[in-house]
């Protein structure tokens, strides 16, 4: 019983069976989350820095609070206010964490690739807590292990994904995750979002229609627009992108069936999705915010189990 | 390899235990039971199935506990996960813990750390088939014993179950 990797990069390293692994240990600390005192010894042993180069709630909470309730022992690191403002490179960065004996780094940066270039220059096992516009693992996963509990199986079920496409690194590792697990995707959005040859690339559908892509659906992951990678205009306004591609209960309503809603927050309400869809019944949003702990606990147990040498 | 319990001694040796449970947790008051995942479980669900013709059958609280995350050797290897179902509260409760093999008894430590994350027991017991004597790396003794035996360190002990093996046996190798 073991990853097939050392580091969790990307959801494009791992096997069908990692996943596999990844998803059942979850189960398993989703149960630990229940219990009166919330708690394992697991990790008693191993220090973990969260290394955060850009913006955060959810993901470094979810990690930080996953650290603890294994017992790990935790550093926060966010660039702001570090050395990193005074032009300390990454690696120089790391080094320097690492030489206080630390075990594991997990890593949020705004340049795609930058747990990548750690990994080969470090000993350390590292986890992306997002790369720029290039994946997300955790992200997909916490998807995955979502789905899974509400629907029973991820294999032949169909997956709309919503919104802006080109620039998110969630689209990105849900479509790995997904394709590889056997399930169903479609890409939705304006084609100004959407990556000219993703249909090639990764063998999924493309809808320019929000409503043909909602009725084809068993889950609607609609993702943020994110503003702050947008360089150029990709559409005329949030208002007209809103009157497109908006999720709202009437849309939803007006489907011959229910479909389960999902989004990986920040929330932008009223762009992307309105507050009578996020909040509703169909929506899964909060639990996927609370699988997110148990996953990541899965991922950080996987990742330092067997690493000391007999 | 030496049979140590064939089919006929196995069944009454969990008679045997299954009444000496009774003789001490009277009725079951304020007792509960929990194997020990993965392979206590086989033994445990024996003994609660006997309790079942001997008492009320609300009257068993029955859990299982897995002791993976208490491990004190996951840095060198990992272990399969099986689940925990305690589903009832054990505050103040007699707990009586079943396993198959007590060998160096660093899983009923671990099983011990695991309970008392679930509350504050009254009493813990220990309820074992094999206890392999001599072998013990830390001060920790059984109060129910099916069979106690003599083994050097490079043996093993192989316990047999129907459900799983096709056959009821213990035996040395």
Partial sequence: MQLSTKHLLGIRDLQPDDIQLILDTATQFKEVLQRPIKKVPTLRDVTIVNLFYENSTRTRISFELAEKR?????????????????????????NNILSMKVD?????????????????HIPAAIV?????????????????????????????????????IMHSRVALSNIWLLKKMGAEVTLAGPPTLIPVHIREAFDVRVE???????????VANVLRIQLERQNQPLFSSLREYSLAYGVNKRLLDSLNKEIVIMHPGPIN??????????????????????????VRMAVLYLLAGGTTKP | MKIILNEQQLAITIQRLTHQLLENHLDLENTVLIGIQPRG???????????????????????????????????????????TEIPFSIENKNVILIDDVLWTGRTIRAALDALLDFGRPAKVELCVLID??????????????????????????????????????????
């Fill in chain 1, 70 to 94: 294994l017992s790990a022992d935790t550093i926060n690191f966010t660039a702001s206010g570090s050395s990193a403002a005074k032009g300390e490179t990454l690696l120089d960065t790391v």
């Fill in chain 1, 269 to 294: 309400r009223g762009v992307e999705i309105d507050s009578d869809a996020a909040d509703s019944k169909q929506s899964i949003i909060l639990h996927q915010v609370e699988n997110g702990v148990a």
């Fill in chain 2, 132 to 173: 392999r004597r001599f072998s013990r790396q830390l001060p920790i003794q059984a109060d129910y014993v099916g069979r106690p035996i003599d083994s050097m360190i490079t043996q093993k002990v192989m316990v047999y179950w129907t459900e799983k093996h096709g056959k009821d046996e213990v035996a040395l190798l």
């Fill in chain 1, 128 to 164: 992306n807590a997002g790369d720029g516009i290039n994946e997300h693992p955790t992200q997909a996963l916490l998807d995955a292990f979502s789905i899974r509990e509400t629907l029973g199986t991820l294999a032949g079920k169909k997956i709309a994904i919503i919104g802006d």
């Fill in chain 1, 104 to 120: 594991m780094v997990v890593m949020r940066h705004s340049a795609s690739g930058a747990p990548h270039f750690l990994a080969k």
């Fill in chain 2, 41 to 83: 479980i086989y033994f445990s669900d024996r003994i609660v199935q006997q309790l079942r013709s001997l008492v009320a059958p609300e009257a068993i609280h029955y859990g299982k506990l897995d002791i993976t995350f208490y491990r004190d050797d996951v840095r060198t290897g990992l272990h399969e996960l099986n689940k």
């Fill in chain 1, 208 to 218: 320019y229609n929000l409503r043909k892509a909602l009725e084809w659906c068993d």
